[in-house]
């Protein structure tokens, strides 16, 4: 895969504050057992198979505390892992890294967590030619982080807010429909249109088979079917395939690992899954020392 662009300028406050929430006014323990001089040298070591993201982030988190310390990935982001693979290797003032050991671990962890799952149903969908995109069910502060875990993996990032695509949900609909009585879908869309700037699309939620409709006449260029049983994708499909320009079909609700190859073989495009950042398990990393040289 293209190599992963990682902007560190955007992640610099999550870093700095994930640093001062664990060391506080100062390691208490290494500030007693360790000697200022001493150095030390280890790697991060994937204890489990997975895909990795996140590697970018150890040098400049560890910079932070001492610029003596060194940092070299072995792998980039995106490659594969296999158990008992050197990550990376860091060196330096022993004080500095062990501060550092448990940010960079949990960071690491969680986004090589997200990174591996989303690999998994990648490759579960493409046969079908469905797409896997995540959703903004992210930890408060993450989302960038997160999304890119999700490149990382081979997915596909949906808006990353509410500034950067219009998404006009069922809640929206609801209070739409005093504004628009019996036609709030079509009302909502177009209302869309006119506001967003150019460039923007316009995407709809749809939770019955009458909306997809009103959706698809109303010209969408995304809808995003909520819950749906495969019999009712399959039939949004053949609605869609009515109008060129086809408007792009998104499920979501309720996608599991299990009923993954299902949903994608109903011919919708697109499949976004909250659980890829939502719910997560980490994956399983360790910052193994090496005994003086």
């Known amino acids: 895969m293209?190599?992963?662009?990682?902007?560190?300028?955007l992640v610099e406050g999550l870093l700095e504050a994930a640093l001062a929430e664990d060391i506080g006014p100062g390691d208490l323990t290494s500030a007693a057992?360790?000697?200022r001089e001493a150095l030390a040298?280890?790697?991060?070591?994937?204890?489990?198979?997975?895909?990795?993201?996140?590697?970018?982030?150890?040098?400049?988190?560890?910079?932070?505390?001492?610029?003596?310390?060194?940092?070299?990935?072995?792998?980039?982001?995106?490659?594969?892992?296999?158990?008992?693979?050197?990550?990376?290797?860091?060196?330096?003032?022993?004080?500095?890294?062990?501060?550092?050991?448990?940010v960079a671990l949990n960071i690491l962890q969680r986004l090589c967590g997200i990174a591996t799952m989303t690999r998994r149903f990648v490759q579960r969908a493409a046969p079908h030619g469905a797409k896997i995109l995540d959703?903004?069910?992210?930890?408060?502060?993450?989302?960038?982080?997160?999304?890119?875990?999700?490149?990382?993996?081979?997915?596909?990032n949906h808006r990353m807010g509410l500034y950067d695509q219009v998404l006009i949900k069922d809640n929206h609909l609801l209070v739409a429909e005093q504004r628009w009585p019996g036609r709030a879908v079509a009302?909502?869309?177009a209302a869309a249109r006119a506001a967003a700037?150019?460039?923007?699309?316009?995407?709809?939620?749809?939770?019955?088979?009458?909306?997809?409709?009103?959706?698809?006449?109303?010209?969408a260029d995304i809808?995003?079917?909520?819950?749906?049983?495969?019999g009712q994708m399959r039939q949004a499909v053949a609605l869609a395939r009515t109008r060129e320009p086809r408007p792009i079909l998104e499920a979501s609700?309720?996608?599991?690992e299990a009923r993954l190859e299902a949903i994608a073989a109903t011919g919708v495009d697109w499949i976004s899954v909250g659980a890829l950042t939502h719910s997560v398990r980490a994956l399983d990393i360790a910052l193994d020392f090496q005994p003086p040289a």
């Open 135 to 156: 959703t903004r069910k992210t930890t408060p502060g993450w989302r960038f982080l997160e999304k890119y875990a999700v490149r990382a993996g081979g997915g596909t």
């Open 41 to 102: 040298r280890g790697a991060f070591v994937a204890r489990e198979a997975g895909v990795l993201a996140g590697g970018p982030l150890l040098g400049p988190l560890f910079r932070r505390l001492d610029r003596a310390v060194e940092t070299t990935l072995l792998k980039d982001d995106g490659d594969a892992l296999a158990q008992g693979d050197a990550i990376a290797a860091v060196s330096g003032p022993a004080r500095a890294i062990l501060a550092g050991e448990r």
């Open 223 to 230: 809808i995003l079917l909520d819950n749906m049983t495969d």
């Open 33 to 35: 057992v360790i000697p």
């Open 187 to 189: 009302g909502a869309i």
């Open 253 to 256: 609700g309720g996608v599991t």
């Open 197 to 219: 700037p150019e460039g923007i699309r316009i995407e709809v939620e749809a939770d019955t088979l009458e909306q997809v409709r009103q959706a698809i006449e109303a010209g």
């Open 2 to 9: 293209a190599k992963l662009r990682l902007e560190l300028e």
